[in-house]
């Protein structure tokens, strides 16, 4: 053990606090999704993990800008987005979960396996050196920096769409009752079709983002697979302000359990802190008492 507070300690908090963007980001397209369609995709990691790989192929292959780059994988990822709606799920909204999650589940192998077929298993990477920023003894990423900065206005922005605008008044009302909007007129399975083209398109910008820190291969989405719902879960699925905190709290965890102990022991960490806090409050850090 070598945690003591130090410049290193503080150094920790604050690159954990910059992870917590990148965590956040990831997040938020599934809350968003659940938070409305009430369905969660179990999927989700993968399609970060074709953001990813549509952000590589039109930088490095097709030599695009990065920031047209960036644009073609976040359309890639919307259309998967109301690809996997229209196919999979719309079918199942009214079969039990259980079959939600076993359809969607089928989706993360198929992609997996679809993209090992496709790109192989070498791990790829955008040669993209964005270097760090040095303050005093301390150094931060910055794509770290401009991930939490991305991660912070894209919470804005999509929560001053759906609060000031008449499309993001129409989903909000369908996420709070989903019997009574169809009843008084609204279109529920455009606006479900919707929803999943912003919840892709969230993965999309997560996945070019983590692209810049990542390499890229096609078993990606298991390593961040789990935290991405860990930290949903824990914040109350559906509730994006709870996913932003969070992740603040998840990535604490990680970075200082990390500098304390090891890597393997801060994620081991913030798992076993994440058990305990389902049987203190299973319905998460902001989620509704049901």
């Not at 992870?19 to 659940?34: D, Q, Y």
């Not at 993990?49 to 960036?70: D, E, F, K, R």
């Not at 964005?130 to 920096?145: Q, T, V």
């Not at 298991?222 to 559906?238: A, E, K, S």
Request: glycine content about 14%; overall charge neutral; proline content about 3%.
């Amino acid at each position: 053990m070598t945690c003591s507070l130090d410049i290193f300690f503080i150094e920790a908090i604050l690159n954990g606090l910059l992870l917590a963007g990148l965590l956040a980001l990831l997040s938020l397209g599934l809350n968003m999704v659940f938070g409305v369609v009430d369905v969660v995709w179990i999927c989700y990691a993968e399609l970060v993990m074709v953001g990813m790989y549509g952000v590589y192929y039109a930088h490095v292959t097709l030599g695009l800008p990065l920031p047209a780059a960036i644009a073609v994988g976040i359309a890639l990822t919307a259309l998967a987005g109301v690809l996997l709606h229209k196919l999979v799920i719309s079918p199942l909204l009214d079969a039990p979960p259980i079959n939600q999650l076993l359809a969607t589940g089928g989706v993360l192998f198929a992609l997996q396996a679809g993209a090992t077929m496709a790109f192989g298993i070498d791990f790829r990477s955008l040669g993209v050196q964005l270097g760090s920023l040095a303050a005093g003894d301390m150094y931060f990423s910055w794509a770290r920096i401009i991930t939490f900065g991305v991660a912070l206005g894209t919470v804005l922005v999509l929560r001053t769409f759906l609060r000031r605008s008449y499309l993001g008044l129409a989903i909000l009302a369908l996420s709070q009752d989903r019997k009574i909007m169809p009843l008084m007129g609204v279109d529920s399975r455009r606006l479900y079709g919707i929803t999943s083209a912003i919840g892709g398109g969230l993965a999309g910008l997560a996945g070019a983002l983590m692209a810049l820190q990542y390499d890229i291969y096609p078993q990606i989405g298991l390593q961040f697979g789990p935290l991405i719902f860990m930290v949903c879960v824990l914040g109350g699925l559906g509730n994006m302000l709870g996913g932003f905190l969070a992740a603040i709290v998840i990535a604490q965890f990680i970075t200082i359990g990390g500098s304390c102990f090891a890597t393997e022991w801060g994620y081991a960490i913030a798992f076993l802190f994440f058990m305990v806090m389902m049987f203190i409050r299973p319905q998460g850090l902001l989620g509704a008492r049901s």
